[in-house]
């Protein structure tokens, strides 16, 4: 299972259920905090607010947004474009963040043929580093804000 960049924490599971209070109380029908939490909990999937409170975390640290410029190396080439993607996978200590490039960077090593992308995506921790490697240690992936 992985999650969106929208994937709820407990601080986004609290603002959505004080809106819906300050919703339900302009229309004529208030609702308690506690009830708000349920309801909102409910509507994510989860069996009561209890469960969602002992899933989630309380916010979710997202090393890059869409719509970033980034530089770094992909396979060792030094690499800069903008982020286009990023997805929390379901350790919740991984994105997959796909950079769309400024200029294309040849993906093989051999000097018979080339093969260049315009558009990578990598598998990052929250520093920015790749856990795969490439055939000589380094990560596959290295990335920072430009």
């Not at 975390?57 to 990023?86: D, N, S």
């Not at 929390?88 to 992308?117: G, I, N, W, Y």
Request: proline fraction near 5%; aromatic fraction near 6%.
């Amino acid at each position: 299972m992985s999650f969106s960049l929208d994937t709820p924490s407990i601080l986004t599971l609290k603002s959505e259920a004080k809106a819906l209070r300050d919703e339900r109380a302009k229309a004529g029908t208030p609702l308690t905090h506690g009830a708000a939490l349920e309801v909102i909990a409910k509507s994510h999937g989860f069996r009561d607010w209890n469960t969602a409170r002992a899933v989630l975390p309380e916010r979710v640290a997202t090393p890059f947004q869409v719509g970033w410029r980034v530089k770094g190396t992909y396979l060792g080439h030094p690499i800069k474009g903008l982020v286009v993607a990023v997805q929390l996978m379901s350790d919740m200590q991984h994105h997959k963040v796909s950079v769309k490039l400024d200029e294309p960077v040849d993906v093989v090593t051999s000097s018979l043929f080339s093969a260049f992308r315009k558009r990578v995506t990598s598998t990052l921790d929250i520093y920015g580093v790749s856990p795969a490697r490439t055939g000589n240690g380094e990560p596959q992936m290295r990335l920072t804000r430009e």
